[in-house]
C-alpha cells in the first residue's frame, strides 16, 4: 500500500521557521522524484519545490527560492522542505508528491503563516 504521509505543518509568526517531512512507504522511494506542491483558499495548487532521486538536483518556484529548502534521506525514505522566513503568503496546504513509474500524493498538511 502506498502511503505519502507530512508532517510538521502548523502556525508560525512571519519571519519563523518550520520543517516539513514526507515520510514514503509502499514503493521505491529512491527512484522517485519527490516534489512540494501548496495551494492556498482560492488559488491554483502550485509547485513549490523538486529533488531529483539521488537528491543531486534541486529547483524552487522563484517565490521561494533563498528561504525553502528540499532535501532527501532515501536510507529513512523521507523528504523534506525546510522553511525559513516565511511570509503571510505562505500560508497554504501542502502536498509532497512522488514522480516516477506511478504518481502519489500525500493528504497535504496546513501551513499558516500569521502574527
Known amino acids: 500500500q502506498v502511503q505519502l504521509e507530512e508532517s510538521g505543518g502548523g502556525l508560525v509568526q512571519p519571519g519563523g521557521s518550520l520543517r516539513l517531512s514526507c515520510a514514503a512507504s509502499?514503493?521505491?522511494?529512491?527512484?522517485?522524484?519527490m516534489k512540494w506542491y501548496r495551494q492556498a483558499p482560492e488559488k491554483e495548487r502550485e509547485l513549490v519545490a523538486s529533488?531529483?532521486?539521488?537528491?543531486?538536483?534541486?529547483s524552487y518556484a522563484d517565490s521561494v527560492k533563498g528561504r525553502f529548502t528540499i532535501s532527501r534521506d532515501n536510507a529513512k525514505n523521507t523528504a523534506y522542505l525546510q522553511m525559513n522566513n516565511l511570509k503571510p503568503e505562505d500560508t497554504a496546504v501542502y502536498y509532497c508528491?512522488?514522480?516516477?513509474?506511478?504518481?502519489?500524493w500525500g493528504q497535504g498538511i496546513q501551513v499558516t503563516v500569521s502574527s
Open positions: 509502499g514503493f521505491p522511494f529512491s527512484r522517485y522524484v
Open positions: 508528491n512522488a514522480r516516477g513509474f506511478g504518481g502519489y
Open positions: 529533488i531529483s532521486s539521488s537528491g543531486g538536483s534541486t
